[in-house]
Antibody, heavy 123, light 106 residues
Framework: EVQLVESGGGLVQPGGSLRLSCAAS????????MDWVRQAPGKGLEWVGR??????????EYAASVKGRFTISRDDSKNSLYLQMNSLKTEDTAVYYC??????????????WGQGTTVTVSS | DIQLTQSPSFLSASVGDRVTITCRAS??????LAWFQQEPGKAPKLLIY???TLQSGVPSRFSGSGSGTEFTLTISSLQPEDFATYYC?????????FGGGTKVEI
């Protein structure tokens, strides 16, 4: 079964750091683009960032709101994706989802999502 | 950045109704648009990509159309399990962006 499972969420003080993990199963994550998407309480979806696949050298893209503070990385040996979050702000409070992006008919689409992990930034 | 504006933000409908949700892009995105459904407390689910291609396993009552800057998601006959929030997303350029969502309620 194709699955993504996030972990690592929790309560952190403003200015602190947290690392989220996303474990993939049922497919080889290095073959796919992978994304992080977040959703603040009661709000809509916000794309956080992307890492391309191995063929594309795992290059990354980030939303302006997190660029320079968040870093996406991978560990192919663990078939996992990570989101290192530094200098956290209260506005980073959200459920964080990882998603697999697959190429289909020329489009990269987020076709598999994890269940999400909650990050709360508060003093 | 490409902004996506969904309308309406909230929609009240009945089982069996035909429902249409609109997504307008601030600039042309060709056919690089996807639609997602999100039930409360759950992860989003991909419904449609490339404006009109139905994701595998999605019921045929869902359809998408449009091009350029105006797109629509249509549910031909609303079912009880369709009451959820729907989001459009553009994948034409970075940063990827989502519409604000349309909540479909009974």
């Amino acid at each position: 079964e194709v699955q993504l499972v996030e972990s690592g969420g929790g309560l952190v003080q403003p200015g602190g750091s947290l690392r989220l993990s996303c474990a993939a199963s049922g497919f080889t994550s290095s073959d796919h683009y992978m994304d992080w998407v977040r959703q603040a309480p009661g709000k809509g979806l916000e794309w956080v960032g992307r890492t391309r696949n191995k063929v594309n050298s795992y290059t990354t893209e980030y939303a302006a709101s997190v660029k320079g503070r968040f870093t996406i990385s991978r560990d192919d040996s663990k078939n996992s994706l990570y989101l290192q979050m530094n200098s956290l702000k209260t506005e980073d409070t959200a459920v964080y989802y990882c998603a697999r992006s697959s190429e289909s008919r020329g489009y990269y689409v987020m076709d598999v999502w994890g269940q999400g992990t909650t990050v709360t930034v508060s003093s | 950045d490409i902004q996506l504006t969904q309308s309406p933000s909230f929609l009240s409908a009945s089982v069996g109704d035909r429902v249409t949700i609109t997504c307008r892009a601030s600039q042309g995105i060709s056919s690089y648009l996807a639609w997602f459904q999100q039930e409360p407390g759950k992860a989003p689910k991909l419904l449609i990509y490339g404006t009109s291609t139905l994701q595998s396993g999605v019921p045929s009552r869902f359809s998408g159309s449009g091009s350029g800057t105006e797109f629509t998601l249509t549910i031909s006959s609303l079912q009880p399990e369709d009451f959820a929030t729907y989001y459009c997303q553009q994948v034409k350029s970075y940063p990827l962006t989502f519409g604000g969502g349309t909540k479909v309620e009974i």
